[in-house]
């Protein structure tokens, strides 16, 4: 076989599909974030989700803000009392802490970001969650979130 006809060979079933795939299947296409919409109250709050570990782990951090009305939501599988701390945060925020039926057990207030690595302290709840609200710092006393307010994450909980 000639070196030109392998690498016709080559272009043919290797480059061509590989070319097809990547522009068809485009496994490298980024998805646009998905919002769901909560209430607190009669007010709406749009929040992305964080579900896995990768995503809950980056949480907020290297965002620039916070739309007023926007939040980040994390998700866990089962109740937890992990902590939570605001390394390469930009922005104060609160955190706010909610039970598997939907009850605010906790709250941080005005969550500033970390001076450094070193000088990052952790937030620690006093009670297990299985939800944790992300929002700008003092969303949650302007709306009247406290200990105990019931939040509706319906939206977020039928969504599959």
Known sequence: MSKALK????VVFVLIPAVFWVVLINPFKTTET???EIKVGDQKLMVNLAETEQERSKGLSG???LD???G????????????????????????IFIDQNFFV????????PCESILKCP????????????????????????????????TSVTLRK
């Not at 690498?7 to 080559?10: D, G, P, S, T």
């Not at 866990?76 to 922005?91: I, N």
């Not at 057990?105 to 500033?112: C, E, R, V």
Request: aromatic share 12%; charged share 25%.
């Open 68 to 70: 007023g009305e926007e």
């Open 105 to 112: 057990t906790g709250i941080k207030n005005d969550a500033q």
């Open 122 to 153: 952790l937030i620690i709840p006093n009670d297990k969650y299985r939800y944790v609200l992300e929002v700008n710092s003092g969303y949650a006393n302007l709306h009247g979130i406290k200990k105990g307010t019931q939040l509706d994450l």
């Open 72 to 95: 980040l939501l994390f998700v866990f599988s089962r109740d937890v009392q992990s902590p939570f701390w605001m390394r390469d945060m930009k922005f104060a925020i609160d955190i």
């Open 7 to 10: 690498y016709i060979l080559i």
């Open 34 to 36: 998905q919002l769901y």
């Open 63 to 65: 965002r620039e803000r």
